[in-house]
């Protein structure tokens, strides 16, 4: 018998990572130079592994409360009032196993069947097969004409057209592709678009300790009854493998997202809670030395690509590059980035796979060592002037 045919129907509307897959398909190609994968190449810091390692010693390997350790949970409520004036009770955060969890467990809470939900675009894909998985129907926007950023007019626009299902609206700052972020008053003035509306603002907030022009603006400041914040320790502490995310909302809410949480996964792992605990607590700015460094990487890259033609939307935040294709060369980012892997030798994703706005530019993430990023600088030029002599 062919099962196949019946599983969630669902499940058809979604199609595995493009992301992966070019990546996968790039791991083929010798001595290729990748920039494909948003993960920090640094390593996690001494002191939380001394934390893990102790923790395995104390015999920590027990299931901990659905939410997460108190110990954990008090540490992530200080270092967000301490950060970035975000405050949360223990009792209103909710530890996930990685952000990812964290976005799955808000998008299966919020939303029923035919509810539509607002997705600024070029995005993370991952938003969008969420909200399909849950039944949800994407509303994306295009933003690639306004810098790549949600402006109120265009959420007006969206909500007007959309009507009354509108049930939630996902927001990624700083913006993975794009590296792009929001002021405070920019997020004040969507707010105050959404405000004493039945809609839910996911802010998407694990770049927070990457950004490069100032200080961290967040929609909670303004927007705190509405808004489910997504953060976690991957990105900061260089720890996407220990899966360790935090999920924030007013306790009504968060009473409502533990029921998905605790069905889902139980709890995060207690070795890694215990980990990402040291890491709040005692590395509130080890984020630092990385982002002096991917700054330096970024502002390299930039300068690189103008040479040959390349215009960049200027990355305030992430890791991120969003690169346009000179209009001398193929638009098909697809098709160039495919071409360029293989016979350039260097992998960026192309921007198509993050939505609308996206086609006609690359991706580059610069979470990589600035010896490679040389590499890949020159191999690129060296391919753009081969294709123009052509």
């Given amino acids: 018998?062919?099962?196949?045919?019946?599983?969630?129907?669902?499940?058809?509307?979604v199609k595995p990572s493009a992301i992966l897959a070019f990546s996968e398909f790039a791991n083929q190609i010798p001595n290729v130079v990748k920039f494909t994968l948003g993960e920090p190449d640094f390593n996690t810091p001494e002191h939380v592994k001394d934390a893990a390692i102790a923790s395995i010693q104390a015999n920590r390997s027990h299931y901990t409360p659905s939410n997460g350790t108190p110990e954990l949970k008090q540490a992530a409520a200080n270092f967000l009032a301490n950060k970035y004036d975000q405050h949360y009770n223990p009792e209103e955060i909710i530890v996930t196993a990685g952000a990812t969890e964290g976005i799955y467990t808000a998008v299966m809470s919020t939303l029923n069947p035919g509810d539509k939900v607002i997705i600024p675009t070029p995005t993370f894909p991952l938003y969008i097969a969420d909200s399909m998985?849950?039944?949800?129907?994407?509303?994306?926007?295009?933003?690639?004409?306004?810098?790549?950023?949600?402006?109120p007019s265009m959420l007006q626009e969206a909500l007007d057209q959309a009507g009354d299902k509108v049930r939630l609206v996902i927001l990624n700052y700083p913006s993975n592709p794009t590296g792009v972020t929001y002021t405070q008053a920019e997020l004040d003035?969507?707010?105050?678009?959404?405000?004493?509306?039945?809609?839910?603002?996911?802010?998407?907030?694990?770049?927070?300790?990457?950004?490069?022009?100032?200080?961290?603006?967040?929609?909670?400041?303004?927007?705190?009854?509405?808004?489910?914040?997504?953060?976690?320790?991957?990105?900061?502490?260089?720890?996407?493998?220990?899966?360790?995310?935090?999920?924030?909302?007013?306790?009504?809410?968060?009473?409502?997202?533990?029921?998905?949480?605790?069905?889902?996964?139980?709890?995060?792992?207690?070795?890694?809670q215990d980990a990402a605990q040291e890491a709040l607590e005692n590395g509130p700015d080890d984020a630092l030395p990385m982002r002096q460094q991917y700054q330096e990487r970024r502002d390299f890259i930039i300068e690189q690509m103008k040479k040959v033609g390349f215009s960049c939307a200027r990355p305030s935040g992430a890791f991120y590059i969003f690169a346009k294709i000179p209009q001398d060369l193929n638009q098909d980012d697809d098709q160039f980035a495919?071409?360029?892997?293989?016979?350039?030798?260097v992998a960026a994703v192309p921007g198509s796979y993050f939505g609308p706005g996206g086609a006609g530019y690359l991706r580059l993430s610069y979470a990589t060592s600035m010896s490679e990023i040389k590499r890949g600088m020159k191999l690129l030029q060296q391919y753009v002037q081969k294709q123009r002599q052509n």
């Avoid at 099962?3 to 669902?10: D, L, V």
């Fill in 1 to 13: 018998m062919q099962m196949n045919q019946y599983f969630n129907r669902r499940l058809q509307q």
């Fill in 133 to 151: 998985l849950a039944g949800g129907e994407p509303v994306l926007v295009n933003t690639s004409q306004n810098n790549f950023k949600l402006s």
């Fill in 189 to 272: 003035a969507l707010a105050a678009v959404l405000r004493d509306r039945p809609i839910f603002v996911l802010c998407d907030e694990i770049y927070s300790e990457l950004n490069y022009d100032g200080p961290h603006a967040s929609l909670v400041h303004s927007l705190r009854d509405q808004v489910i914040l997504v953060t976690g320790v991957s990105k900061s502490h260089a720890m996407t493998g220990w899966r360790i995310g935090l999920l924030c909302a007013p306790q009504p809410i968060t009473d409502e997202l533990g029921k998905i949480h605790q069905f889902t996964i139980t709890s995060a792992a207690t070795v890694t």
């Fill in 338 to 345: 495919h071409d360029l892997a293989t016979n350039g030798q």
